[in-house]
């Protein structure tokens, strides 16, 4: 899985993502996307994260950071 | 750690340090086969002669009006969590009402100290209409077999109420009726756990709020169900268990009083002597909102009498300027009895903690973040209740269902009760329990109906047959061609019984198939299912079959009975009967009665209705 296929709906957006991306340059990343991206991760990693972990998600970067800690490759569009 | 390692430990030592090791396990998630393993041991005799299993152990009897036997393996797990032994009685299928009722009877024998009644399990597949009326008499029905147990019975009784099912026959609109199966549960319920409230004799086992939070199949839409007659899933059995073990350690004065907590990401979110008073998380959004219920939820324990003590490595100073500068703070200062603020070890700290407030360790509970520190301290107090997680939501779960506190608030107007139940008096007018069986039995209204060589019941008269093990005379099975050939043969006859009662109609319950030799009766097969069983139903059927013989002309009816591995409960049967015997060892025996047959075999409460023959 792409990180633009698990993010974009959620950010409503079509731009390939980057992992620098955040909630400070996405404006459609607000609470209910947060909301959002931690269920979809849940779902694809079949296991809830921890309190600690959902605070952590601020940035493409830590999307897969987190996703990668519970065997969820995300892949970074290369262009 | 596999299962065989834990009985092993168990089998050294049935003290709290193994309890602890076979608690991780569990919460570690152990496949079926293990916590089966595990949960047979803890239930064998082999464990009971411990020393150290008598002071902890718990007497369960369970009866239902189905079957709750899904229920013991679940329930010897949970009682373990909560750190009891349980010895478990379970009522045979559909017995409860006779199993209430008879002072000599399994249940009364296993000397429970808690009673787990579900007189409402099969209900749906019972009852015929939903109405006011009927919701009453359900009520009655099942509030009958608490008055009759509480006769001979001083303890617990736990009765579980209606389980909600998806089975909607008008679909959305069932709430237009009156009353549509949703509303019929929910006012049986109403009113079973207002006569718990009202008279004190019992508890409500809530299984409809349990159901709520089990699974995603419904109970009687599952394979047991429909494979064993079970009407709950796994998931609603472990509930159930759990609940039930929580009254269990309420029962026997386990609960625990005392609540331990950390402070830093325990209490509120964040290190104070890091991220200072002013950036702690508590109150506002998330996580903050976390620690508020958090706070609430054990300020609401505090309430009900919980002592609650701090125990945290951290400087004084620090940790009070939080509970003075934070508005947020719903647990103030003065809600604590104790606290060890300090570098110290914290076991020891909490050992000191119960010298101080003298309590055991055992009356104990912690909430710490740190995975480290409550390692240590289960390692080094294995009394002590540890809640096993550290993220500040799975902490609010935890203690928001742990069940860990509770108690049975017994008020005086309770134990007088009590005491007035157990007086001589009372016992010795119940010591004719038979006239109260009998009583209970004319009750029900029974109506018994016997038919012959009928083409509508080949194919039931075949089932029961096949799959009849307990009450059967000769276990001898047949096809439907078998049947099918043996009524058109005039030699044979083929007798089927049905059963209906005041609530329930239990259709075709009863096979015989009878040889007709020289003119003399040969009863080739003689069976009933064993959810009739006990009111006699078994008598009026062979006594209608004598009857029959009787009229036909013969001089003699003649039986037998082959022991398999399940029908020991039949082997007396035929002399109860009246029958002699011609021959007998233990596997086997000839038997014969003289017609025509003495009046009398069919038990005075049934009504049998006239013969039914095709042929």
């Given at each position: ?79 | ?437 009998e009583?209970?039995l004319a009750?029900?209204?029974m109506q018994v109906e016997v ?44 007798f089927?019984c049905?059963c ?10 009863g ?17 009933m299912?064993?959810?009739v069983?006990?009111r006699g139903v078994e008598k009026a059927f062979l006594g209608t079959i004598c009857d029959q013989?009787g ?25 109860t009967c009246g ?14 009665l003289?017609?025509p047959a003495p009046v009398g075999l069919t038990p005075k409460w049934i009504a049998i209705q006239p013969l039914?023959?095709?042929?």
């Open positions: 899985m792409t990180v633009d296929e698990l993010l974009q709906p959620m950010l409503n957006t079509t731009v390939p993502l980057r992992p620098t991306d955040s909630r400070e340059t996405i404006p459609a990343w607000d609470s209910l996307a947060q909301i959002n991206i931690v269920a979809a991760i849940e779902d694809a990693v079949g296991v809830e994260l921890s309190t600690a972990e959902v605070l952590s998600l601020k940035s493409v970067a830590k999307v897969v950071e987190v996703a990668r800690s519970h065997g969820l490759e995300l892949t970074i569009n290369a262009s | 750690m596999t299962a065989k390692d834990i009985i092993a430990q168990l089998e050294a030592d049935a003290g709290w340090r193994s309890l602890r090791i076979a608690q991780k396990a569990l919460r570690g998630g152990m496949n079926r086969p293990e916590s089966l393993a595990l949960a047979r041991f803890l239930s064998g005799e082999q464990i009971r002669s411990r020393a150290d299993f008598a002071a902890r152990s718990v007497r369960v009897a369970v009866a239902s009006d189905t079957s709750l036997d899904n229920l013991a393996d679940p329930l010897v797990l949970r009682l373990l969590e909560r750190g009891m032994f349980g010895v478990q009685y379970h009522s045979p299928f559909a017995q409860l009402a006779l199993e209430t009722r008879n002072p000599a009877s399994g249940l009364f024998q296993h000397k429970p100290e808690v009673v787990v009644l579900a007189p409402l399990t099969g209900i749906w597949q019972r009852i015929t209409g939903t109405n006011p009326d009927s919701a009453t008499h359900i009520v009655e029905e099942a509030w009958s077999q608490v008055t009759a147990l509480r006769k001979n019975f001083d303890g617990l009784i736990l009765l579980q109420n209606v389980v909600p099912v998806e089975n909607r026959p008008h679909g959305i609109l069932e709430s237009r009726r009156n009353l549509g199966h949703p509303d019929f549960a929910r006012a049986v319920n109403l009113q079973l756990s207002q006569r718990c409230r009202e008279t004190g004799e019992a508890f409500t086992l809530d299984a409809e709020l349990l159901a709520g939070q089990s699974g995603t199949i419904w109970p009687g839409l599952h394979k047991q169900q429909f494979m064993a007659s079970r009407p709950f899933t796994d998931d609603l059995a472990n509930l159930l268990a759990a609940e039930i073990a929580a009254f269990c350690a309420a029962r026997k004065g386990f609960a625990r009083k005392c609540l331990v907590l950390d402070l830093d990401n325990t209490l509120w979110g964040g290190v104070v002597g890091e991220d200072g008073v002013a950036g702690l998380q508590i109150g506002g959004g998330f996580p903050g909102n976390i620690y508020t219920e958090l706070q609430k939820e054990i300020c609401a324990l505090h309430k009900r009498g919980v002592t609650l003590a701090i125990v945290s490595k951290n400087n004084e100073p620090d940790a009070w300027e939080v509970f003075n500068q934070r508005p947020e703070m719903i647990l103030k200062r003065t809600d604590f009895s104790m606290h060890r603020i300090n570098w110290q070890d914290k076991a020891f700290n909490i050992r000191e903690l119960a010298k101080e407030l003298n309590l055991g360790l055992d009356a104990f509970v912690i909430l710490d973040d740190n995975h480290v520190e409550r390692d240590w301290i289960e390692e080094a107090l294995p009394e002590v209740d540890v809640c096993p997680a550290g993220d500040p939501l799975e902490m609010l779960r935890w203690l928001a269902t742990c069940r860990r506190f509770d108690t049975l608030a017994i008020t005086r107007e309770d134990a007088l009760r009590a005491k007035s139940y157990a007086a001589a008096e009372e016992r010795s007018r119940l010591a004719t329990q038979s006239s109260n069986l009583e209970y009750s029900l209204e038919g012959c060589n009928s083409s509508t019941q080949i194919a039931r008269v075949a089932q029961l047959t096949q799959k009849t093990n307990q009450f059967n005379l000769t276990t001898r099975r047949y096809t439907e061609s078998e049947i099918q050939e043996r009524m058109q043969n005039p030699s044979w006859r083929v089927w049905a209906r009662d005041r609530f329930a109609d239990e259709g075709v319950i096979a015989a198939l009878v040889e007709i030799k020289d003119g003399d009766w040969f009863i080739d097969t003689f069976l299912s064993c959810r069983l006990g013989a009229k036909s002309g013969a001089k003699v009816i003649r039986s037998e009975f082959i022991r398999s591995a399940k029908n020991s409960q039949t082997e007396n049967f035929l002399e029958f002699t015997a011609d021959g007998r060892t233990v596997d086997f025996s000839k038997w014969h003289v017609l039914k023959s095709e042929t």
